[in-house]
Nanobody, 114 residues
Framework: QVRLVESGGGLVQSGGSLSLSCAAS????????MGWYRQAPGKQRELVATITRNRTTRYADSVKGRFSISRDNVKNTVYLQMNSLKPEDTAVYYC????????WGQGTQVTVSS
């Protein structure tokens, strides 16, 4: 069984930065695509960014140029650097990994005040 543990998040003012990390542990053979999703109150969960094992990235249009996803294949960890944060970035951020089946973290709150 694979487990994802997220860290980071918190409260930041508009224009500020935050970093998230998510480490996979357990019976890992190989972790393929990893990613971050978010869910704001009253909204559906949406993709933020994904990164393949060979580091091909994909971003939601709303975060392009502000967020950066990276990963460490040795540590089975994915990171999300969030810069120029806006109040509309406020949400619970979830880590997801294909290890090899889709697994989700418990979520971490990011709140951006105006």
């Amino acid at each position: 069984q694979v487990r994802l543990v997220e860290s980071g998040g918190g409260l930041v003012q508009s224009g500020g930065s935050l970093s998230l990390s998510c480490a996979a542990s357990g019976s890992i053979v190989r972790v393929n695509t990893m990613g971050w999703y978010r869910q704001a109150p009253g909204k559906q969960r949406e993709l933020v960014a994904t990164i393949t094992r060979n580091r091909t990235t994909r971003y939601a249009d709303s975060v392009k140029g502000r967020f950066s996803i990276s990963r460490d294949n040795v540590k089975n960890t994915v990171y999300l650097q969030m810069n120029s944060l806006k109040p509309e970035d406020t949400a619970v951020y979830y880590c997801q990994a294909d290890a090899p089946f889709s697994t989700w973290g418990q979520g971490t709150q990011v709140t951006v005040s105006s």
